[in-house]
């Protein structure tokens, strides 16, 4: 009996199967492939566009079309400046632009401050952040008419808190909404407890991002609380202040709430008449399309024109 060999047998070359030559791809077919792999992203992105198209972007082409446009009998037609030359004719079209610009200074001269003094104040603390940034954005929170009803109470020339406070004090009540000199102040101080609670979290995280270093360099060099305020604090969120304050001046120009709420929208003598409440009238008062329209569209042409200047001013700025 033979041993068995050891020699090990020739190993047959594995098989390679040949590739079939791909042809070139059509750019359809490319786009087909791309299209099926990203559909989900597609999908949003399809969904967002459509919604801006119906929520915002045909609205703003159909005010542009109704302010030069005239409604009667069921009958559309072209006006041209008609509806401009009646907005500019209406006495009660310059004592808004007056209460709206009033209302906005004293936006900035509270509302702007304030929130920044308070996000200040609750960077200062190490210990119960979370629970002061809730106590602040609370207001945020509440619905708006919550919110409005809460003032009118305090507001109140017979039981309000503060004539209260004021009689407490052996000081003189207020007709607060009642005043046409404290109607507009009424509304700014409402407004800015309503709405201080995003802009405070803002101004505090961008708080949070400066380096320490630079207020222990501040301290060596003599420098106190409010000199590191004014050469810390506010060169290294300005970026974040010019932001809020182009945002804050767009918001105040188009006040609606506060006043429609607190003092009926025109209030004592016509003292919380703004721009955006009489538009209001215009259209669901007097019935008049289009005048409405053609206010609203000064109104944009103006925000649109300060916030163009605004950004060519910072860019130079920056430059």
């Known amino acids: ?38 559909l989900t992203a597609h999908g949003f992105l399809i969904g967002a566009v459509v919604c801006f198209a119906v929520f915002s972007w045909y609205p703003m082409v159909r005010e542009f079309l109704l302010a030069f446009q005239k409604t009667e009998g069921g009958r559309t037609t072209w006006v041209g ?19 709206t610009l009033l209302f906005t200074v004293l936006a900035l001269i509270l509302g702007f401050a304030v929130p920044f003094v308070v996000a200040i104040v609750i960077n200062e603390f190490h210990h119960g952040q979370g629970y002061l940034r809730l106590l602040v954005y609370l207001p945020v929170m509440l619905p708006p ?47 800015t407890w309503m709405n201080m609670g995003g802009a405070a979290l803002v101004y505090l995280a961008a708080l ?9 360099a501040a301290e060596l060099d003599g420098a106190g ?6 050469h810390v604090t506010i060169p290294q969120t300005r ?24 003092t009926g929208g025109a ?29 609203g569209l000064l109104l944009l042409v103006l925000l649109a024109g300060f916030s163009a200047a605004y950004v060519k001013l910072s860019r130079a700025e920056d430059e």
């Open 267 to 295: 209030g004592p003598e016509g003292s919380t008449t703004t721009v955006v409440y009489l538009i209001y009238q215009y259209a669901f008062n007097f019935n008049n399309y289009g005048a409405a329209a053609a206010l």
């Open 145 to 191: 008419v919550a919110s409005v009803l809460l003032f009118k109470y305090l507001y109140d020339p017979g039981y309000g808190l503060l004539n209260e406070l004021l009689s407490f004090l052996h000081l003189p009540q207020q007709q607060w909404l009642q005043d046409p000199d404290l109607s507009m102040l009424s509304v700014v101080i409402a407004s």
């Open 1 to 38: 009996m033979s041993a068995p060999s050891l020699t090990p047998s020739k190993a047959r070359p594995p098989r390679h199967s040949t590739p079939r030559e791909a042809g070139p791809v059509p750019p359809g077919g490319r786009f087909a492939k791309s299209l099926r792999r990203n």
């Open 208 to 216: 949070q991002g400066i380096p320490g270093e630079l207020y222990e």
């Open 225 to 230: 609380l409010f000199r590191k305020i004014w």
């Open 239 to 262: 970026l974040i202040l010019s932001l809020m304050l182009l945002m804050q001046i767009i918001a105040t120009m188009q006040v609606f709430v506060e006043p429609f709420l607190l």
């Open 81 to 99: 400046l008609e509806n401009l030359t009646t907005v500019f004719n209406d006495p009660a079209f310059w004592q808004a632009w007056r209460n």
